[in-house]
């Protein structure tokens, strides 16, 4: 198959209408809460959720496009709740979900993009990634002391490093989208306030409470920097090809369906159909079935 050129699927990225896509290159709405109109979210989302059903079955068949699906976020901002209720009602046959945790050691043996790259999504498939290599100019730069357990020496200088990254992420996007990958990255944009909340509910409710962490407690004390640094990813990565979208993450049902809103709008536009029927000469296929049809139970007499 020949693999289209990154405008193919820009054009379907261009057709998704959404206030929170982050313009390449530009700054995005850090909001935290939604718009006071967004009205019945949970409905929306059901709706939203089950208007892929039809699209999946076309992806599958078709085997044109794949796609890719990047989840960033600080903690308790919602990723693992969006994937649970977003993609709730698809078949899983070609719904792949990873979550990337801190590397192992042999993940550190390769380069940055390594680890990721073998959970690609095959053409028909949708890849959904828990955290990802944006990791790696997120976290790693905000505690650069992880750079020491990637390289044998000692760390490039950081005003090498840091643009490096960013390059090879973006020709890494690119050319995915040539070979016919559609990429959606979404950021989940907690407040400070929300997040404490959040954490307090993990403590408090016995449920919950294997979730909470003081590792994540203390993380949260570099807010400023972790800011600092997803502002210099949206400027560096967000692209036609594979854009950023910043969402408000303090309401989880907004969030859910604004998410899966931009999955809908961008399934519906890609140009998917069934593979061609297997061409059956007439007297071949009345062969068939009349054989067919000698293996069926005969019907009892009324």
Known sequence: MKAAAPGAVEGVIAAIDSRWRVPSE???????????????CKGRLVDARQALRPYQRKLYAA????????????????KDGVIREVFEDLDP????????????????????????????????????????YYEEVLAVRVHPQFLAAQYAGAPPDPDTLWPERYRAIREHERHL??????ILKFWLNVSPARQAQRFLERLDTPEKRWKFSLGDVHESNHRAAYDEAVQAMFKETSRPWAPWFCLPADDKWYLRWQVADIIRQAMTALPLNYPPVEDIPAGQAAEVRALLESRLPAEPAR
């Open 26 to 40: 530009g700054a995005p709405s850090f909001a935290f809460e939604p718009p006071a109109d967004f009205g019945d």
């Open 177 to 182: 989208a040539a070979a016919n990958t559609l």
């Open 93 to 132: 046959v070609n719904v792949n979900v990873t979550a990337f945790k801190r590397p192992s050691e042999r993940e550190l043996r390769h380069d940055f993009l390594w680890r990721t790259s073998l959970a690609l999504p095959e053409r028909g498939e949708i890849a959904v990634f828990n955290r990802s």
């Open 63 to 78: 085997r044109q496009y794949s796609i890719l699906l990047v989840f960033q976020a600080l903690d308790a901002a919602g």
